[in-house]
């Protein structure tokens, strides 16, 4: 093959890759076009929201921050709460304690079946039984 051939082939390798490299420029733009265009809406959202920062808060009965209270106040919501969190506490161990008891009854019940030791004799089955019942 002589010179002018390879000339030839190394002049249309570099106008493909030219055009190949102006095709990319034009379809990154034409999506980041798209792009925009189809986040427009939420931009527009995001922008009245943030708007809406700056008005103050019309909305139902508001309590003012713990420091700006009276202490005897926090005193009550704070004693109301902790209330509440032992009766959930204690719910939830004497939902633990039905299950466990359930659970030994079950165990015991299938190893006498086949005759082996039981279960559950420890000192923290007999309370959790206890509990139970």
Do not use: C
Request: hydrophobic fraction near 45%; proline fraction near 3%.
């Amino acid at each position: 093959m002589s010179v002018g051939a390879w000339v030839g082939v190394w002049v249309g390798l570099v106008v493909f890759l030219l055009l190949m490299l102006v095709a990319g420029i034009a379809f990154a733009i034409w999506r980041g076009y798209k792009g925009y265009t189809g986040l427009k809406p939420l931009f527009s959202t995001i922008s009245e929201k943030v708007k809406g920062f700056s008005e103050p808060y019309v909305g139902g009965e508001e309590k003012p921050v713990s420091l700006a209270r009276r202490v005897s106040d926090v005193a009550q919501d704070y004693q109301a709460a902790h209330t509440d969190l032992l009766n959930h506490k204690a719910r939830v161990r004497a939902v633990h304690a039905t299950r466990f008891s359930r659970w030994a009854a079950f165990n015991t019940a299938r190893e006498q079946e086949r005759g082996v030791a039981q279960p559950g004799n420890d000192a923290r089955s007999r309370r959790v039984r206890d509990e139970a019942q």
